[in-house]
Nanobody
């Protein structure tokens, strides 16, 4: 069974930090672009950021650029999301995803439909 499992969510005050982890099992995701998405109740799933298979390239939504950082450790089959300077509007369920079937030179997948493996999500709540 191929699985992605998020962890590290919780309650934090505005201005604080959290580090999320996404642990993969069942296969290696070392050859796949991976990403973080988030979704608040009643809202559409929102792209947060992604990282290339090698980890050399990253992209971020404008809303989190400069505050969030994605990294990965392919030896551990794990991806991370470091979140700093958190704001109440960051409150959402955060999902990790992998795009194992995506191919495209010099570009990264930014749409949810381009990702074929998803975790169950972890709740992040930022209080003011």
């Amino acid at each position: 069974q191929v699985q992605l499992v998020e962890s590290g969510g919780g309650l934090v005050q505005a201005g604080g930090s959290l580090r999320l982890s996404c642990a993969a099992s069942g296969r290696s995701f070392g050859g796949a672009t991976m990403a973080w998405f988030r979704q608040a109740p009643g809202l559409e799933r929102e792209f947060v950021g992604c990282i290339s298979a090698s980890g050399a390239d990253t992209r971020y939504a404008d809303s989190v650029k400069g505050r969030f950082a994605i990294s990965r450790d392919n030896a551990k089959n794990t991806m991370y999301l470091q979140m700093n300077s958190l704001k109440p509007e960051d409150t959402a369920v955060y999902y990790c995803a992998a795009a194992t079937s995506f191919s495209g030179a010099w570009i990264l997948p930014l749409q949810p439909l381009q990702y074929d493996h998803w975790g169950q999500g972890t709740q992040v709540t930022v209080s003011s």
